[in-house]
């Protein structure tokens, strides 16, 4: 497993962006799939964005196309999300998840068997 430690979060307005980082503690972070993952109050937890170990490939849910952007640094075992754009429907915890176990991109949690605390996002309007 990996440890994961998200931060970056805060308040915002809507039409200004964030940028969250999640840094993993082990030396295997170039090893996994990494993702974001969102949990607003009362809703699942929903698939944000995914991006593969060397960071050839990523993947966006619809939602977020075009206004989120994933990206990952292996030398400093640290994720990003740097979100622009930013719409009350955006405000939820934020978890950054890793998967070892596959080189295939998913976007289901149940996929994921290491998760960070979480980092609140909210955005007025």
């Known amino acids: 497993q990996v440890q994961l430690a998200e931060s970056g979060g805060g308040l915002v307005q809507a039409g200004g962006s964030l940028r969250l980082s999640c840094a993993a503690s082990a030396r295997t972070f170039s090893s996994a799939n990494m993702a974001w993952f969102r949990q607003a109050p009362g809703k699942e937890r929903e698939f944000v964005a995914t991006i593969s170990r060397s960071a050839g490939r990523t993947y966006y849910a619809d939602s977020v196309k075009g206004r989120f952007t994933i990206s990952r640094d292996n030398a400093k075992n640290t994720v990003y999300l740097q979100m622009n754009s930013l719409k009350p429907e955006d405000t939820a915890v934020y978890y950054c998840?890793?998967?070892?176990?596959?080189?295939?991109?998913?976007?289901?949690?149940?996929?994921?068997?290491?998760w960070g605390q979480g980092t609140q996002v909210t955005v007025s309007s």
């Open positions: 998840a890793a998967d070892l176990l596959d080189y295939r991109l998913k976007s289901s949690p149940r996929d994921f068997g290491s």
